[in-house]
């Protein structure tokens, strides 16, 4: 835009997260941006010679109920919209809906267009042909460990956890306690001991999402920024079913009116309406149902908005700019990909997940925020990556190597154990070293000040 007066630039993306935030960036950059609300306003915007710079969804190129796709895509080359100056489109989440009608009615509407795509995660080789079709070849990558070394996102910390082998006993539930206690003082451990100490009445007996509940609630008792209020975390659950028995479970602890639950489920009363015969999937509507009524009964609707829409986005803006208020959020498929918040630290996964997905889920917490977040901590209840060794790589053998090595490609997650031994080593040296007896002066010209300052001193 700065060096061809006749440019214009419309940024796409697949998710209103994402759309929000680019809408946001720009506008806190100082440069105006126009989100167009639907594919109609965005073709009237482009047909005009302002705006310059424009964002919108993806989704807003489709028509539904188009019973012969290609003549569709043939009635739009015919008779194209035209646009006013030089269009360059920047695609972003390229890997994900370009390679279906959704791109083939963008680029019969724009035919005229510049297409550049962009993608937070190297290609996996089923992505190759179909990108490459699209976009052509890598114009430029930057790579993860780049990224870290820049400083531009934090190194992610990785602990696998087995719960149901270390909550199944009375003396595991010891042994689990004082692993988690190690390093505070007396007194901490003490009160915290008052705390959870029925801890081995109650756990032998529950479920293992009981389990999981009481090991995220104890975390915030004693981890760096989630007991500080500093830092809060995300919960990833198999199912919105899970999702909303995990809500359920943290409204009995003191997470209660500071966790929410943000899925892609909004109450109907068709989940309700069919007799009960049963079976787990018509109980578990109508749980799932009973819990969102619930959640949702004292919510005032905003302009334009659902009652299900405006209590994610009050709970996604306190999340953000308020991690003492809103500690936690348990979602399934939301908020994985292009929700920026830097105050999550941890991310706990209870969802078997692999490839972009894994990798987008685990960059939710590799954001800088203050200066007392070092690290994004993934805590794994699934034994997603089988087995820790000095790093877990979350690509491997899926990836398109054409363009890269394989290491090049390797996202590495630091074990949480040896990362911390390496920081504690480290920190004991710069003690030593700060300890160091200082050695006499030995210039002449500093004895000599010295000799002058006690002859003065002495005579005084």
Known sequence: MENNPNARVAILTDRTELDKQIERVFNDAGEPLIRTSSGR???EQLSQPSPRLLCSLIHKFGKKEVENFDKFIEELRSGPTQTVGELFVFVDECHRT????????MKAML??????????????????QTSLEVFGKYIHTYKFNEAVEDEVVLDLIYEARDIDQKLSSPEKVDAWFDAKTKGLNDFQKSALKQKWGTMQKVLSSRSRMDKVVSDIVFDFSVKPRLSSHTGNAILVASSIYEASKYYELF????????????????????????????ANTETEKEFIYKIYTELL???????????????EDNAKNKFVKEAANMRLLIVVDKLLTGFDAP????LYIDKSMQDHGLFQAICRVNRLDTEDKQFGYVVDYKDLFKKVENAVAVYTSELDYDQFKKEDCDILLQDRLKK??????NAIEEIALLCEPVSPPKSKWIISIISVAIQKYQNN
């Open 41 to 43: 306003e965005l073709m």
């Open 251 to 278: 409204q009995q602890t003191e997470f209660k009116n500071r966790c929410a639950i943000i899925t892609s489920y909004n109450p109907s009363t068709r989940d309700i309406n069919t007799e009960d015969t049963g």
């Open 343 to 346: 105050a999550c630290t941890y």
């Open 111 to 128: 035919h005229n267009a510049v297409f550049i795509g962009f993608t937070g995660t190297p290609l996996l080789k089923s992505d190759k």
């Open 98 to 105: 370009q390679s279906g009608k959704l791109h083939k009615v």
């Open 297 to 311: 009964k004292d919510v005032v609707p905003s302009q334009g908005k659902t009652k299900t829409e405006t209590y």
């Open 420 to 425: 911390g031994r390496e920081r504690l080593d």
